[in-house]
């Protein structure tokens, strides 16, 4: 490994001392190095916008920022655990050799008894046999961007020319399990997809043969009412009781069938909000503030989905990163998803698992006419008013010594013409025994 050194390197801060009292005992941050280039032009991207924040730039993270931001990562860390995390654009734009230097880095800065985890997030049409072996060796967590079958996939992903990416995707899932690669599918659901779960779920689990599954709504603003409460989203965008729709309609499948073999993540963090356990996820923890994006140059932003001029918190080549974390700005930025949450949120029923989201999805007035209403509300409640029941068995067999996975069983065998235990109030043969 040879990391470009020169007059030109620049040195970044060693860390604060003592650590800031405001800085959390973790956070997680997501670099990209290639800032939102991509190779690819998907309809329905936020990151392709964001070249104009850095006019006439190459996007591409020197060594001394990758440096400092493996360093302070790992500096920063107060648990055993660190992780490396990778995303774009198109993160693998940066070729191998880039990444090789990333761990070579990470393992030369590590503590004794710090364990390291790589994860990168990609499109997954650039991958070579030299990839999926860079990512076997250092087990590098993949996640890949599918959106369902070739049909319903290639919608939106698309190529520069416009043309679908499926094969290309395919090719690249299977070299990764080819090398076996640990693997993340990251599905947006969209109005292309949002009326086919089972398709969508089903090819996921049976054709591709993925084991862990998220599902992440798309929610493109446009501001064109000038009234941040009031903006309106284009087609492509996710209908909210649609996404309520393919939730419950995944989670009925996999709660009669695959609980403990396949992981949803926003079935596990479900569980974890029944079972009173801290948020597994920040879009549905109370406050949030912990994850955020560092651009290619060093800048370091408030959250991935808040790379804007006014969430800018500094450079991390002049001012630690965890000084940047513990920053007021960066404190208030994690508590006003808390304190700016409408009543209509603050009286809801389903308020422990949901807090109102993202703040980014915030968008709509309540029926009251109070701005800061999540655009995805119908959903989430239908959501989380329809897990409940199988959720309390899980989270009782839980409490009780017992595994989660025993619910299949309940629900399944249930005698047919007695009501469903998990109290939708219907026959168990109209409901999960059917
Ligand atoms: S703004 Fe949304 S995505 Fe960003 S940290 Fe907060 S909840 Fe998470
Ligand atoms: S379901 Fe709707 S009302 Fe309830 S907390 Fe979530 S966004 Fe607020």
Known sequence: MTLRTGPDARPSPPPPDPRPPTAPASFHVLAKPSGPICNLDCSYCFFLEKEALYPGDRFRMPDDVLAAYIRQTIEAETAPEVTIAWQGGEPTLMGVDFFRRAVALAEAHARPGQRLHHTIQTNGTLLTDEWCALFAEHRFLVGLSVDGPAHLHDTYRVDKRGEATFAKVRRGWDLLQRHGVDTNILCTVHAANQAYPLEVYRFLRDDLGARHLQFIPIVERVDDTGVPDDADVTDRSVDPVAWGTFL????D???????GTVFVQMFDAALAAWLGLPASMCIFAETCGNALALEHNGDLYSCDHFVEPEHLLGNIMTTHMVELVASSQQRA???AKRDTLPHYCLECEVRF???GECPKNRIRRTPTGEPGLNYLCAGYRAFFGH???PMRLMADRLRGGGYADEVMATLRDAPRNEPCPCGSGRKA????AR
Do not use: L, Q
């Open 248 to 251: 419950t309609t995944v989670f």
């Open 253 to 259: 499948e996999w709660v009669t069938r695959d609980v």
């Open 333 to 335: 930025f994690g508590a």
């Open 353 to 355: 698992a949901c807090h």
């Open 387 to 389: 897990v409940d029941g």
């Open 429 to 432: 043969k109209h409901c999960h």
